[in-house]
């Protein structure tokens, strides 16, 4: 089983910066790869950005440019720095985990709100 917990969400105002950690725990052999998605009551979840075993990243075309996604292997992190917050980021912001058998562990989300 695999544990994933979020931190770092809170209140922000519009143009600023948040970096939003999760932390992997539990039983796993290997990680194929990890995301970053988000929710907003009535709509579905949607990819934020994504990292592979490799480091190739992807990210939606709606955060491109404004969030960097990235991992620390050796301390089980996931990161995702996010730089001009816009109010239409606000959301709650899931980390996301395939392990290496195809095994996909979801966290429990920390929320970004951004507003003046």
């Known amino acids: 089983q695999v544990q994933l917990v979020e931190s770092g969400g809170g209140l922000v105002q519009p143009g600023g910066s948040l970096r939003l950690s999760c932390a992997a725990s539990?039983?796993?052999?290997?990680?194929?790869?990890m995301a970053w998605y988000r929710q907003v009551p009535g709509k579905q979840r949607e990819l934020v950005a994504l990292?592979?075993?490799?480091?190739?990243?992807n990210y939606g075309s709606y955060v491109k440019g404004r969030f960097t996604i990235s991992r620390d292997n050796a301390k089980n992190l996931l990161y995702l720095q996010m730089d001009d917050l816009k109010p239409e980021d606000t959301a709650v912001y899931y980390c996301?985990?395939?392990?290496?058998?195809?095994?996909?562990?979801w966290g429990h989300g920390t929320q970004v709100t951004v507003s003046s």
């Open positions: 996301w985990l395939v392990a290496g058998r195809g095994d996909i562990y």
């Open positions: 990292i592979g075993s490799g480091g190739t990243t």
């Open positions: 539990g039983s796993y052999f290997s990680v194929n790869a």
